[in-house]
């Protein structure tokens, strides 16, 4: 699994791509407690511990991949390393 920083925040995550169209992200606890987009949509009502997902942390997920910095591994190691518990 790779790091990303949010640009928009600084939020860290774990991240790894299986094909152009899988992400798989790995929030931590912290992550998504300071998210200011999570915080935002739990005003709203919105259960943000269903699915997270905020799309600036995407916008800097996608550009890390364009970047080369995460790149698409299509063979997947058990267990897979870096990948936290």
């Not at 300071?34 to 259960?47: M, N, Q, T, V, Y």
Request: proline residues 7%.
């Amino acid at each position: 699994m790779y790091e990303v920083t949010c640009a928009s925040c600084s939020n860290k995550v774990l991240v790894e791509k299986f094909s152009p169209v899988h992400t798989s992200v790995q929030w931590t606890q912290d992550s998504i407690a300071s998210c200011p987009e999570f915080a935002e949509r739990a005003k709203l009502g919105e259960d943000i511990n269903h699915v997270p997902h905020c799309l600036a942390l995407r916008d800097s997920i996608e550009a890390q991949v364009r970047m080369g910095h995460v790149p698409t591994d299509t063979h997947r190691e058990e267990p897979v390393p870096g990948r936290i518990g």
